[in-house]
């Protein structure tokens, strides 16, 4: 029997972790990369790349964060530094995890598309390992679109990226494979999309917990047949799934609401988040993550993929996420919104009341907000995160009788 | 009859309503969840109400122990129960203050529903905790705390918000030989700013209204007031509003 794309995924994240192992003990070079970078640049070159995030999250989702977190707060980092660059600053150091492992890098490949906090972090790796360090520096997008200098100005850093990397790997830029990568992370890239809006589905054959797992994967695997191939093989069962009229869940638990999760999961309290939402029948239908590694633009545009990637949506302005989620809210027949207020990311977290606001009167949903944290479970309080659940189901279902009334 | 009872985090109160609504019984038991503080309550409210558990149709808890009440025949949280509550004591209502021993929150009202609301982040600043351990300090009772305040001739300012640090400012300000009023108005004025905040945030409406033990202290209902340059009113009862809004929902859950 061929196998589902559940037990193809945890084969593959083992995989990711054992092939980057190998690859370092034949000698090939490693690259430590933020999530959501332009990577094709790298695979192209036969680089292995992981990803600290990822193998963070990885560590977390097991428990065994707070040792890391000691290990970089000895060193001084603060408690207010986001716990992915806490966590793998222990790592840099101690090197070893029962959870997971990633070898050392040769050299740190940075975007700072997803926050500025990962600039900083990322010098600092390479000061202290005294490696190379290659940073695409993404200027946050203020207006709606990004303005034609912008992406002229991230051109000319692509472009100065394969340089560095040509002068890393001592050989000259293999073009052909880069056409080839690009192609693959496109098809992986919309496999990952359409799975994703499956959820669209009344009830959603998608649980939203499992979205994070497979994100997971999406995250180290883009530019590899693997992955694409996964994401497809996902896609069809979920469509497969959708056309039955399954739900999320075993049979007979229903999919009583229907949420946006808005932020990165509670990895290190990944239990009690998920547990206390099926308790009240939520399932988390969509977020903005769907979109995050749906990263297209034609092969070989350079322009493009620049593009591509200054619009991930944290580095987009507030009228673009609060109108992008209004209408995800639509799209997804949405009853409520609930907002991970992250202490780690400062850069997700701010605009929060203002998307709140926005949600609320461009669609009528409830909203709330909770304290958490990705990879620090010390911030989490899981009373007062089922406090704040219970109330948005109390909201969610106020709205519910009210409907009904008027469709009277 | 129909019984609310709210665990909060250091309180346990109950209310007790009948076939019309009106109020019974209403107890307050200064011991919280974890303590056998709610079952004292309801005993006290039955004896009020001179009946037995029996006589009771339908139970709903709230608060922080509401989970771990096994009593109940429903849950709802604080935030409902507040918002019922206040509709049924003061109907024009449209935005709650409320300060309870670990937590402080602020409702808007939407036509007597729960439009929006906002609570403390895990932190005990601007909350009752606040005060107890202010009035520690100022080794004062924590219901005189407000007639202390009266007596204040001098704005003196917390600049901490932590309580932990506000701790030790305060000794430092009592040791420089500032007045016990002084420092005690500060306290209030401290908890004012820092719900203000939250206020501002979900936006305060025509006509708002705290409950809670906190609401107690006139002196800090009078320092919110000034604060948000709008006139704020203690609900009758603060402490067992929430109580009472469960009570109601248990009539209304019973007769649905
Ligand atoms: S969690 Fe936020 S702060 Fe941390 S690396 Fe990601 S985007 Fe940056």
């Not at chain 1, 000319?156 to 056409?179: K, M």
Request: aromatic share 8%; hydrophobic share 40%; charged share 25%.
């Amino acid at each position: 029997m061929s196998k589902t794309s559940k037990e193809l995924l945890n084969e593959l994240v083992a995989k990711h972790y054992e092939d980057a192992a190998q690859a370092k003990k034949d000698g090939k070079l490693v690259a430590w990369a933020t999530s959501i970078c332009p990577q094709e640049l790298l695979e192209a070159m036969d680089i292995t790349v992981v990803y600290p995030e990822n193998h963070a999250a990885a560590i977390a989702a097991r428990k065994h964060s707070q040792e890391f977190l000691d290990q970089s707060e000895g060193c001084g980092y603060s408690i207010d530094i986001c716990s992915y660059a806490r966590v793998n600053m222990g790592y840099k150091d101690i090197q070893y995890s029962e959870a997971a492992n990633i070898p050392m890098p040769d050299m740190v490949f940075c975007c700072n598309n997803i926050c500025t906090t990962v600039a900083k972090w990322y010098e600092n790796l390479a000061t202290e390992l005294n490696i190379p360090f290659i940073l695409i520096d993404t200027p946050f997008n203020h207006i709606y679109d990004a303005p034609a200098h912008n992406i002229e100005y991230m051109r000319n850093q692509i472009e100065h990226a394969i340089h560095q990397i040509e002068e890393i790997c001592g050989r000259p830029y293999d073009y052909e494979r880069l056409t080839e990568v690009m192609k693959i992370s496109n098809e992986t890239a919309y496999w990952w999309r359409r799975a994703c809006f499956t959820a669209q589905a009344m009830p959603s054959p998608l649980s939203g917990f499992d979205m994070f797992n497979y994100m997971a994967l999406v995250v180290c695997i883009r530019g590899k047949k693997e992955g694409r191939d996964l994401f497809k093989l996902w896609c069809e069962e979920l469509e497969a799934k959708a056309a039955e009229g399954k739900g999320p869940w075993k049979e007979g638990e229903e999919e009583k609401y229907r949420v946006i999760w808005d932020g990165i999961a509670c990895w290190a309290n990944l239990s009690p988040t998920y547990k206390i939402l099926k308790k009240y029948g939520i399932n988390v239908v969509t977020s903005l993550y769907p979109d995050a590694w749906t990263i297209l633009y034609e092969t070989n545009d350079i322009e493009g993929m620049a593009k591509a990637y200054t619009y991930y949506h944290a580095n987009r302005n507030v009228d673009y996420v609060a109108a992008t989620k209004s209408q995800r809210v639509k799209d997804f027949n949405v009853d409520g919104v609930i907002f991970h207020s992250n202490r780690s990311c400062k850069l997700m977290d701010f605009t929060i009341y203002e998307q709140q606001r926005r949600i609320t009167a461009e669609t009528g949903v409830p909203t709330v907000v909770f304290d958490g944290d990705m990879t620090d479970p010390r911030i989490f309080s899981e009373a007062q995160y089922e406090t704040r659940i219970q109330a948005l189901v109390e909201m969610m279902e106020e709205n519910k009788k009210k409907k009904a009334q008027e469709g009277k | 009859m129909f019984l609310g009872i709210d665990i909060g985090s250091s309180s346990s109160k109950v209310a007790i309503v009948d076939e019309n609504k009106n109020v019974v019984a209403a107890k307050v038991v200064n011991m919280g969840t974890g303590t056998n503080g709610a079952d004292v309550a309801m005993q006290a409210a039955l004896d009020e109400a001179g009946i037995t558990l029996e006589d009771v149709k339908y139970i709903v808890a709230t608060g922080y122990g509401r989970l771990k009440f096994d009593k109940a025949d429903v849950q709802i949280t604080e935030i409902s129960c507040h918002a019922k509550g206040v509709q049924t004591l003061v109907p024009d209502a449209d935005t709650i203050i409320d300060i309870g021993g670990q937590d402080a929150k602020v409702i808007r009202l939407a036509g007597g529903q729960v439009e929006n609301f906002i609570m403390n982040e895990k932190c005990a600043a601007g909350t009752g905790r606040f005060l107890e351990v202010m009035s520690r300090v100022l080794n004062t009772d924590l219901k005189d705390l407000s007639a202390l305040a009266d007596q204040s001739t001098k704005a003196l300012a917390i600049s901490s918000v932590c309580t932990v640090f506000a701790e030790s400012e305060v000794i430092s300000s009592l040791a420089a030989g500032e007045a016990l009023a002084d420092v005690a108005r500060g306290a209030n004025f401290a908890i004012a700013k820092r719900v203000a905040g939250m206020c501002k945030r979900v936006g305060t409406g025509k006509k708002i209204v705290m409950t809670g033990g906190v609401a107690l202290n006139d002196n800090m209902v009078r320092s919110m007031a000034a604060e948000l340059g709008q006139e704020v009113t203690a609900v009758p009862h603060c402490q067992v509003v929430g109580a009472i809004g469960a009570a109601i929902f248990a009539h209304e859950k019973y007769h649905k």
